[in-house]
């Protein structure tokens, strides 16, 4: 029998970690965990994805995103012509 230990609702704040993953890269049964820097990105170290929480309008560069923006785009151009 599996049993998960979940954390209990009487942890203080303080006690959790925030992860961030990369959306593309898989490392287990798991999505891989971003490296944070100091000025607030965090950054994969196999496909070069990133993320910065605290601004809205950035857009990642990396490969996988790149293919998502041209899918995006080649499906509105087919969908409002």
């Known amino acids: 029998?599996?049993?998960?230990?979940?954390?209990?609702?009487?942890?203080?704040?303080?006690?959790?970690?925030?992860?961030?993953?990369?959306?593309?890269?898989?490392?287990?049964?798991?999505?891989?965990?971003?490296?944070?820097?100091k000025d607030g990105r965090f950054v994969c170290e196999m496909c070069a994805h990133t993320v910065r929480p605290g601004e809205i309008s950035y857009q990642c560069s990396c490969r996988g995103c790149l293919k998502m923006s041209n899918a995006d785009a080649t499906l509105q151009s087919r969908w409002l012509r």
């Open 1 to 37: 029998m599996l049993r998960v230990k979940l954390p209990s609702p009487a942890m203080k704040t303080h006690d959790t970690q925030v992860v961030i993953r990369c959306p593309y890269c898989v490392l287990g049964f798991d999505f891989k965990e971003l490296i944070s820097y």
